[in-house]
Each structure stands twice: as C-alpha cells, then as structure tokens.
C-alpha cells in the first residue's frame, strides 16, 4: 500500500483526524467484542460489554442498510433488556443457560469448528496451512502471546485478536502521522481479512446459524459480524 500521511488519508475518506482515530478505535472495540465471545463462556464482564456496545452496533447496522444486521442488532437490544428485567433466581438459570449454550456449540466433538484449518486445510484438520500463516503473520506485526487463553494461532477469537491489535496500532501511528507504519498496517489487515475471516467466517457463521442453542446469543453476534467484516474491509481499502 502507498504511503500517505494522516491529513491525505482524512482527504480521501472525508473525516477529521478525530474522525478518524475514533473509527480505528471503534474498529478495535468490535474486533474486542467478537474476540471475547468465542474465546469462553459469557459473564458479567462480557454482558456489560455488550450492552455499552448495543447502541453502537445498532447505529451501524442501520448505516449499512443490512436488514438482517439490523434485526440482529434488535436481538441484541432484546437481549440485554431481557436479561437486566430478571429476578435474580432466574438471571442465574439464563445466565446458566448461556454457559450452556457455548459448550454446545463450541466444546463438543459434534460441534462447530472454531479454526480456520477445519474449514480450508485439504485435511480439515486442526494446526494446517492457515494456522502456520497465521502464526507468521502475528510474529511479524509483534503481536504479544495471549498467555491467559493458549488457543491455535487460527482459531476465531485469535484472528479476531490480531486484528483488534492492527487497529489499536494504526490509531497510534495515525496519531503520530508515522507513515510507513500507517501503510504497513493498513495493508497488512487488508490482506489478513482477504486471505483469513473473509474466506472462512462466512462459513463458520452458517454452521452456528444450523444450531437451535445459538439463537438467543450467538446467531445474533454471528451476523453483525458477518456484515461488521466486509464493511471494515471496504474502510480500509479506501483509506
């Protein structure tokens, strides 16, 4: 990718410099969502999470003009309200209901496949041609270890990770008007998008979709993200 300065990259999306350091920002925060939700069960933390991000996601979703993501984002909405109005000896059976439903669909043999070697490895087996990609490509950005979660380079919530790091350094280099460094992130999550989540996700999204346990949470997330990946990537090859 050419490099360019901060104030030619404000010119070319039409956005101030706080415009634009806030979208990289909210870039990271969505990335940090997606991240958190296939990485373990949900708790506390999380549900603040995603109530602070309901409205946000919401205002995205009506600004992609993507009905499903905006009857998604109502989901959500549903949700989070559902669960803020239950007295407390029922919050803990949903809050367990949850649980449960992640280990459904996450933790079983028969359930749905959370790497991308599952999905696009000649073997459909776990640690193949794109975890070995993925591996290189976190070593060359410096991106630190997850020392608290030891998943595969390739699984969902680590490609999710790298990609919510990328976003955090472009603020900073944007911010600093560091221009190699602006060029070398730009480019290198545009081609990580094209070359990783965008070819799988899809994919993983649907198999989520076929499960009745995913409905109340994890269907919802599945299809903002579903449209959140292709609009970021539209975002920042117009950069």
């Not at 995603?50 to 998604?72: F, Q, T, Y």
């Not at 669909?105 to 073997?123: D, G, I, P, Q």
Request: proline share 4%; aromatic share 12%.
């Amino acid at each position: 990718m050419q490099e360019k300065s901060t104030a030619e990259i404000c010119r070319n999306l039409g956005l101030s410099a706080g415009e634009l350091l806030s979208a990289h920002n909210g870039r990271e925060v969505m990335y940090n969502l997606f991240y958190r939700t296939f990485i373990m069960t949900p708790d506390d933390e999380y549900y603040r999470m995603l109530e602070d991000l309901v409205p946000d996601i919401m205002a995205m979703a009506d600004g992609w003009g993507d009905k499903n993501a905006s009857d998604a984002a109502s989901a959500l909405s549903d949700f989070i309200s559902t669960r803020k109005k239950l007295p407390e000896e029922e919050l803990k059976e949903y809050d367990l209901d949850n649980m449960r439903h992640y280990t459904q669909l996450f933790c079983y043999s028969n359930s749905v496949r959370t790497a991308e070697s599952h999905y696009l490895s000649r073997e459909k087996l776990s640690r193949q041609e794109p975890f070995d990609a993925c591996t290189n490509i976190y070593a060359a950005y410096k991106m630190p270890k997850d020392e608290k979660y030891k998943e595969d380079a390739d699984f969902i919530s680590i490609e999710m990770r790298f990609m919510a790091f990328a976003a955090s350094k472009t603020a900073e280099a944007l911010k600093t008007d560091d221009r190699p460094m602006i060029a070398q992130l730009l480019s290198g999550q545009t081609d990580f998008l094209r070359e990783h989540p965008g070819l799988w996700i899809p994919d993983f999204c649907g198999d989520v979709y076929a499960y009745s346990a995913s409905k109340r949470l994890y269907m919802p997330v599945c299809m903002i993200m579903s449209a959140f990946l292709p609009n970021d990537l539209e975002f920042l090859e117009a950069h």
